[in-house]
């Protein structure tokens, strides 16, 4: 499905300082009986933002009206591990996030991000702290992720840190492109392949 | 210079390489199911594109599927338009469907190595993490996210960069009730969940070489859950015993041609590795894990670890804790447990009944356990029932069900309950993951076995000495 393109995005950040979150967190199977793509938004997080009757849990940084409209959420290490599904990547576009930034991310989830138009930018331990810091300090703190020249700044003080991406995907997430475009584009050289191989 | 395993079949399936980007990735085989591939339908729809390969994609019906009365409608709604959905569009695009019912169904990383489809030396994806279960023939096999599972089906290739590689040497004699899920819970506890994160991991040592095909698709089905995208293992005279004859396996010349192909799938003894990793075979006890992910698992014999030591940093440790109503320091040996679940990808297999049964035989399920006993697939219940193992089931009180991924994700009915806790021998214990509030412990077979029998979390040794 098509995203929006990515350029530079300044917004104030969820807080989620918590280790190994799971896919199974961000979005729990039982909302993945879904066709299409419906209601991820609202089932983003679904057990920790709700209690089991329904109500909103207060306390839970997603849902802390301080924190309302950001594009950004900074997670705790290993964000994204365990199941591979792009449910849980969607719902966090669906949410309005358009990056996630950790200190580390598991893989399939980064990838499955990358295809549906949300970067992970990943930094180091002490800056995703320093990050995590000051956003529960101040929820007004702004950060600024620009991928065209890869780096995220913390805007009050200036503090910045590159991340990598290559050139590749940066590419197709400026111009809102996919890597069903790519492929099809060589189509004929797939099918000579595909000749070669024994089974 | 010299290629490991892992090298040759990843290089073989490169159609190009990016500049400064991924591989264009060529798959082999593709497994769909009906949870991630109903939107990749949708996508190849809206972009006018077409299923390029039909006869390398296979669909079966498992991770919404009931696990009693399959022969009724099913009854949950949403579940029905999804199972009708891989139905339709199986159909529609001439895809090979193995739907509820069908003497071939069954879990779909339990069904593609028992039907054949699984080959050393081919490439495998499916949008389900577990995918890695395949690498137990010498095959590439991981999980993709929904939009890759789009570009199989329309283009036959992913977009991945190669990963790096990471050898898991294990050595030594295993102990007594000691068995692949051990093993590969063990590697866990020490490398933790994020500890491969970046590799692909090739499983190496007497351990793997003597472990049975069942045991090491145990084994790669776990890569997962150290971070690794899959893991491997060479294959050798056993791989090709198991395949030999299977439905979808190549015959007569072919498989002669094919078994050319094979025999050349083993590292080479100078290859280099981007990390290497020993254990002993012999420091290995039957595991349990206390925590809501993999890694935090320890001998079922000992004390769950201190905050301070925890590898995540103590605040998500006893958050962890918190929800699993443990302390710190306390045995897990004793537990009152409300619920045993034998099944899934990880252990859904025939030896996974006989080793249950080994335990059970002769003795009488606990009162206060629920317990679920769901094979990986249709195939194996008529193996169950062929050497007899129903009957040592229904006679120690428990009852088997119809196959399918039943409480390993809890989409289905067949959910654990808020609270309870469940010794399971499937391959997650996150939060919920069993159901809302559901507590897992996983394990082994074995200790699953001895935990129901006992009704409180049980050493298996102690049941097989006597
Ligand atoms: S049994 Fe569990 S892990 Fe395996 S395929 Fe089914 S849901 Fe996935």
Redesign the pocket.
């Known amino acids: 499905m098509a995203y929006d393109k990515f350029n530079v995005v300044t917004s104030t950040a969820y807080p989620l300082p918590i280790e190994n979150v799971d896919t199974d967190q961000i979005i729990p199977a039982r909302f993945l009986k879904a066709t299409a793509r419906v209601d991820f938004d609202k089932n983003f997080f679904r057990d920790w933002r709700y209690h089991p009757d329904g109500t909103p849990k207060a306390d839970f940084p997603l849902n802390k009206e301080v924190y309302k409209g950001s594009k950004i959420l900074v997670g705790g290490r290993n964000f994204g591990s365990g199941s591979s599904r792009e449910h849980a990547a969607w719902s966090v576009y669906d949410f309005g996030l358009r990056c996630v930034i950790s200190s580390a991310f598991a893989d399939i989830f980064k990838g499955n991000c990358l295809n549906v138009g949300v970067l992970p930018v990943q930094v180091t331990g002490v800056f995703a702290d320093k990050l995590l810091d000051a956003i529960m300090a101040d929820p007004k703190t702004e950060i600024k992720v620009d991928l065209p020249n890869q780096t995220v700044t913390l805007v009050a003080t200036g503090e910045s840190q590159p991340f990598d991406i290559n050139s590749y995907k940066k590419d197709n997430m400026l111009n809102g492109f996919d890597d069903i475009d790519y492929l099809k584009n060589i189509e004929n050289e797939i099918a000579a392949f595909a000749e070669t191989r024994p089974f | 210079m010299a290629k490991t395993l892992f090298d040759k079949v990843w290089d073989s399936h490169v159609v190009r390489s990016v500049k400064d980007g991924p591989d264009v990735f060529f798959i082999d085989r593709h497994f769909i199911?009906e949870v991630t591939s109903p939107v990749a339908f949708l996508g190849i729809e809206s972009r006018g594109n077409t299923v390029v390969y039909p006869e390398r994609t296979f669909a079966t019906a498992?991770?919404n599927t009931p696990t009693i009365n399959q022969h009724l409608p099913v009854a949950d709604p949403l579940s029905a338009n999804q199972l009708n959905a891989l139905e339709n569009n199986a159909k529609k695009h001439g895809i090979s469907h193995w739907g509820l019912g069908d003497k071939n169904n069954g879990?779909?990383?339990v069904v593609g190595p028992e039907n054949g489809i699984t080959l050393p030396g081919a490439t495998i994806v499916c949008g389900?993490?577990?995918t890695s279960t395949h690498g137990a023939f010498g095959a590439i096999a991981f999980g993709i996210g929904t939009s890759e599972v789009e570009m199989v089906l329309s283009t036959q290739c992913i977009m991945q960069p190669k990963p790096k590689s990471l050898r898991i040497n294990v050595n030594g004699t295993l102990g007594l009730g000691v068995t692949p899920k051990d093993v590969a819970l063990y590697i866990i506890s020490k490398l933790s969940t994020s500890g491969a994160t970046g590799y692909f991991a090739e499983y190496a040592g007497n351990v793997f070489t003597e472990m049975s095909m069942e045991g090491r698709m145990t084994v790669c089905n776990l890569s997962i859950e150290m971070g690794a995208r899959g893991g491997m293992i060479a294959p050798d005279e056993k791989t090709y015993e198991y395949l030999k004859g299977r439905s979808q396996t190549p015959k007569g010349a072919a498989w002669d041609k094919a078994m050319k192909y094979w025999e050349t799938l083993y590292t080479e003894e100078d290859a280099a590795f981007d990390a290497e990793i020993n254990f002993d075979a012999a420091a290995i006890e039957p595991m349990i894990t206390y925590g809501t992910n993999p890694g935090m698992g320890m001998g079922v014999t000992q004390s769950i670890p201190t905050a301070a030591n925890a590898e995540g940093g103590a605040a998500t440790y006893k958050k962890s804790l918190g929800y699993m109503s443990f302390n710190e320091g306390e045995a897990m040996i004793g537990k009152p447990i409300d619920f045993v679940f034998l099944?899934?990808?990880?252990n859904?297999r025939i030896e996974d009944f006989r080793a249950f049964c080994s335990i059970v035989a002769g003795r009488q399920k606990a009162d206060n356990v629920t317990a679920w006993l769901v094979p990986g697939s249709h195939k194996v219940v008529d193996q169950i029932k062929a050497e007899g193992l129903d009957k040592i089931i229904e006679s120690a009180g428990f009852v088997l069900r119809e196959p399918g991924?039943?409480a390993?994700?809890a989409m289905n009915d067949d959910k654990i309950p808020a609270g309870k806790l469940s010794v399971s021998t499937?391959?997650?214990n996150f939060e919920g993951r069993q159901g809302p509030g559901s507590r897992t412990l996983l394990a082994s077979p074995l200790v699953a076995a001895a935990s129901a029998v006992e009704g409180v979390v049980t050493d298996p040794r102690t049941l097989l000495a006597s």
């Not at chain 2, 099944?343 to 990880?346: A, F, K, R, Y």
């Open positions: 199911h498992d991770h879990i779909v990383h389900d993490s577990h099944g899934s990808c990880t859904g991924c039943s390993c994700l499937s391959n997650r």
